[in-house]
């Protein structure tokens, strides 16, 4: 990934009462090729551009199938998956069962930069643990 393709920054949108929010601007034209969004650590949701989530699902079926916690997390990762278009208005759908895993309700939702993916997050888990992990002393 070059660089001037990382994903990064901080947004609050609306989720629309259909379930829709809009991407930010700058990140479209990262996503226009399409897109998965599925359950993610921390109780949020990723939204992978399909190279990043090739990557990712790639790794996921590398995992030896003899490990229990490496098929539990391929599981959680792929039962939960569901690729997604832009709209033209730069929107995307989030199915209910993903808004339910993240808590996310009507209203508004934290669009959050993760690189080489965005995190989706209900306001109220994404406060206390961004607080969290800016009040965390350098190791």
Not at 33 to 60: M, Q, Y
Not at 62 to 76: D, I, Q
Request: contains cysteine; negative net charge; aromatic residues 10%.
């Amino acid at each position: 990934m070059q660089p001037s393709s990382f994903l990064t920054g901080e947004f609050r949108h609306t989720l629309d009462d259909r379930g829709r929010v809009a991407i930010p601007v700058r990140f479209r034209g990262r996503l226009a090729p399409g897109a998965t969004i599925s359950r993610w650590l921390d109780g949020c949701l990723g939204l992978f551009p399909h190279d990043v989530w090739n990557e990712l699902a790639t790794k996921l079926q590398a995992l030896p199938v003899t490990s229990t916690r490496g098929r539990e997390f391929g599981r959680f990762m792929s039962s939960g998956a569901v690729e997604v278009e832009l709209d033209r208005q730069g929107r995307v759908l989030i199915p209910g069962y993903l808004r339910e895993y993240a808590g996310i309700g009507e209203g508004e939702i934290v669009v959050v930069g993760a690189l080489s993916r965005l995190d989706l997050w209900a306001p109220s888990a994404w406060e206390p643990y961004r607080s969290r992990i800016d009040d965390e002393p350098e190791a």
